[in-house]
T-cell receptor
Framework: NAGVTQTPKFQVLKTGQSMTLQCAQD?????MSWYRQDPGMGLRLIHY???????DQGEVPNGYNVSRSTTEDFPLRLLSAAPSQTSVYFC?????????????FGPGTRLTVL | GEDVEQSLFLSVREGDSSVINCTYT??????LYWYKQEPGAGLQLLTY?????DMKQDQRLTVLLNKKDKHLSLRIADTQTGDSAIYFC????????????FGGGTRVLVKP
């Protein structure tokens, strides 16, 4: 199993550009989520999904869209990038119900918005 | 509301014990977790504790939970240079406990 994969690893955008961060998992996990990591602030939940066709907002959803058309994929879209979205983005997945809900994280995408 | 707090930095000598502390606010959390992040990598689950437990030991790791004070700690015995990393405390929230609220992370530096 490849686990959770994210592409690209690095990206530089100009203010106002749009892009999609890709996330895929091959563990048949129902639950997937996106976090952003900023220095000293830990990880903050952007959006999450409990299964194909179902998404919901997390703590910091503004400026981001998600969709979940398949169990495997959970892309994160930035419609009009802003410098405040410069961050490291992590995708994670877990079985929806398990004994202790371990979340499996991807390697991250480092995004810089100029 | 949900808020998880940790100290920012810990320096320890190789072979000594490390203790990382965390406070949380959501008393309904089912599980509390410690994740480890090595440079340039994602987070990996190190250990977890169920909310009705006081202590959990796993090889060099000891987790202590004080529910009354909402305080969680991670003790690493015989700290090695490979333990240098950022350690995140997290609590589970949400109906199925899948949503995590993270602390800001404690950077642990192990000196030889």
């Amino acid at each position: 199993n490849a686990g959770v994969t994210q592409t690209p690893k690095f990206q530089v955008l100009k203010t106002g550009q749009s892009m999609t961060l890709q996330c895929a998992q091959d563990m048949n996990h129902e639950y997937m989520s996106w976090y952003r990591q900023d220095p000293g602030m830990g990880l903050r939940l952007i959006h999450y999904s409990v299964g194909a066709g179902i998404t919901d907002q997390g703590e910091v959803p503004n400026g981001y869209n998600v969709s979940r058309s398949t169990t495997e994929d959970f892309p994160l879209r930035l419609l009009s990038a802003a410098p405040s979205q410069t961050s490291v983005y992590f995708c994670a997945s877990s079985p929806y119900e398990s004994s202790y809900n371990e979340q499996f994280f991807g390697p991250g995408t480092r995004l810089t918005v100029l | 509301g949900e808020d998880v707090e940790q100290s920012l930095f810990l320096s320890v000598r190789e072979g000594d014990s490390s203790v990382i502390n965390c406070t949380y606010t959501d008393s309904s959390s089912t599980y509390l977790y410690w994740y480890k992040q090595e440079p340039g990598a994602g987070l990996q689950l190190l250990t977890y504790i169920f909310s009705n437990m006081d202590m959990k030991q796993d090889q060099r790791l000891t987790v202590l939970l004080n529910k009354k004070d909402k305080h969680l700690s991670l003790r690493i015995a015989d700290t090695q240079t490979g333990d240098s990393a950022i350690y995140f405390c997290a609590e589970s929230t949400g109906a199925a406990g899948n949503k995590l609220t993270f602390g800001g992370g404690t950077r642990v530096l192990v000196k030889p």
